[in-house]
């Protein structure tokens, strides 16, 4: 099902358009207007979820296998020097467009872009209390 008002439903339908690079029944992947880097492309199923939460275990076995694919792809093509994919659900986490999709991030030596984070430093006990809470 399409969302009434979702931009990337919009665009993963075809209604808007995009510079595509691949296209099938139930995804379209395309090249995001405001890239981080040179060949920055997003995976965007063509039926709506809001997120990695909603999304069909069918559909995200496909986007994963999607995402591989084309980054080898963009690999072999711009000659990258590696490569990030990354996903965000929530608004906490940087989800701008609550429509599920994967990033893929081509990088290049000195691009200047930074895909971090501050690693912490947990004492054994918590990481034990963590594990526990997760899987218990
Ligand atoms: P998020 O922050 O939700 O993980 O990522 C949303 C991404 O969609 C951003 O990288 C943004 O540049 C991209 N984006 C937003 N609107 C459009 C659009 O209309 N067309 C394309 N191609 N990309 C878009
Ligand atoms: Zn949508």
Known sequence: ???????????????????????????????????????????????????????????AGEAFILAKKTAAKIKEKLGCDGLNLVQNNGETAGQTVPHFHIHIIPRYKDDGQNINWVPGRPSQEELEAVRRQITE
């Open 1 to 59: 099902m399409k969302k009434e008002n979702c931009i990337f439903c919009k665009i993963a339908n075809g209604e808007i358009p995009s510079q595509t690079l691949y296209e099938d029944k139930h995804f379209r992947i395309i090249l995001d207007l405001g890239p981080a880097t040179r060949g920055h492309a997003l995976v965007l199923p063509k039926e709506h979820a809001e997120n990695l939460f909603e999304l069909s275990e069918a559909a």
